[in-house]
């Protein structure tokens, strides 16, 4: 499947999980902003998401070989440019393998332009698996 439809079928997910979540999700029209959507919490705080996603694994001798999940984090065409954290605040990684999205708030990103996540490893210290299945993120007021 294209890279753009999967990216599609990443977003929707996104957007069905945070409606279960009692989240308001907001799609602007065309693809040309920075972020996907918008989402807003019962208290009306709006957060900017950016979704991304990955379908398997690579391999990772270095780490037991348990594999990782990349996610690119950054965007463009040409020239591939760290999220900026000015214009989206939380990035909504998915793995599909895993069915799992971690929803990374942007500055612990720390400008990486991929990161890896390791959801089928219960035991990993990594850095951004404190931030799987976290939906209480947008809970923030």
């Not at 807003?40 to 780490?63: H, L, P, Y």
């Amino acid at each position: 499947m294209i890279t753009k439809r999967k990216g599609y079928l990443y977003e929707q997910k996104f957007f069905s999980e945070a409606l279960g979540h009692g989240l308001e999700v907001f799609v602007p029209l065309g693809d040309y902003l920075p972020q996907d959507c918008l989402v807003m919490n019962t208290a009306g705080k709006i957060f900017k998401v950016q979704v991304k996603g990955t379908e398997s694994k690579s391999k990772d001798k270095a780490r037991g070989g348990l594999g990782r999940y990349m996610v690119t984090t950054s965007s463009g065409t040409a020239s591939k440019e760290t999220i900026d954290c000015t214009k989206v605040d939380v990035l909504a990684a998915y793995v599909e393998d895993e069915n799992t999205f971690y929803n990374i708030p942007c500055m612990e990103l720390d400008g990486a332009k991929r990161i890896g996540l390791y959801p089928h490893n219960p035991d990993s210290k990594a850095k951004h698996e404190k931030f799987k299945d976290c939906w209480d993120i947008f809970k923030t007021p």
